[in-house]
Antibody, heavy 124, light 113 residues
């Protein structure tokens, strides 16, 4: 069974930094692009970032470019999101989501497995 | 970026009746190389993460009831629930994966009359 488990969320002040983690199991982690998707309270879904299985292909939404850094450790089956210079508008539940179609150098496609999410709250 | 627009924003349907959700993309998401539409549909129940229902505009995910169906091509797509059940109350999102950066529609809330 595919499982994704996010951690690392919390409450912090504007300008602060936080690192999210996503532990994966139940599939061959290294051959799938994994994504971060966020959902602000009461709002819709926003794709944030993706990283290919081999780590060579990385994409960011315009809203986080220059502030967020995605990475992965295939030896630990874990995805990360380093978030710097956080703003109030970054307040959201952050989900990690697995690409539906594999390929070690793929970009994001559809998302066939999602974690339960971790809440990040940015407030003074 | 490709903008996805869903209609309506909310839908109230009687049990057993048909529910239809529309999704329009700001440009065609039909890829000429493989004649596939790069569109997915998700269901999100209250307090839960999204669940994939359909990929490639009309391919139902394994285990998804056959009352859910997807159709359309190019820029206009539809998710149909043929006979609404109580457990179908949820938010529904379309998502394109044609562009480098995936984008979602704003969501459609489906409720029971």
């Amino acid at each position: 069974e595919v499982q994704l488990l996010e951690s690392g969320g919390g409450l912090l002040q504007p300008g602060g930094s936080l690192r999210l983690s996503c532990a994966a199991s139940g599939f061959t982690f290294s051959i799938y692009t994994i994504n971060w998707v966020r959902q602000a309270p009461g709002k819709g879904l926003e794709w944030v970032s993706s990283i290919s299985g081999n780590g060579d292909r990385i994409h960011y939404a315009d809203s986080v470019t220059g502030r967020f850094t995605i990475s992965r450790d295939n030896s630990k089956n874990t995805l990360y999101l380093q978030m710097n210079n956080l703003r109030a508008e970054d307040t959201a539940v952050f989900y990690c989501a697995k690409n539906g179609e594999g390929g070690i150098a793929s970009g994001p496609n559809w998302f066939d497995a999602w974690g339960q999410g971790t809440l990040v709250t940015v407030s003074s | 970026d490709i903008v996805m627009t869903q209609s309506p924003d909310s839908l109230v349907v009687s049990l057993g009746e048909r529910a239809t959700i529309n999704c329009k993309s700001s440009q065609s998401i039909l890829h000429s190389s493989n004649n596939k539409n790069y569109l997915a549909w998700y269901q999100q129940k209250l307090g839960q993460p999204p669940k994939l229902l359909i990929s490639w505009a009309s391919t139902r995910e394994y285990g998804v009831p056959d009352r859910f169906s997807g159709s359309g091509s190019g820029t206009d797509f539809t998710l149909t629930i043929s006979s609404l059940q109580a457990e179908d109350v949820a938010l529904y999102y379309c998502q394109q994966y044609y562009g480098t950066l995936p984008t979602f529609g704003q969501g459609t809330k489906v409720e029971i009359k």
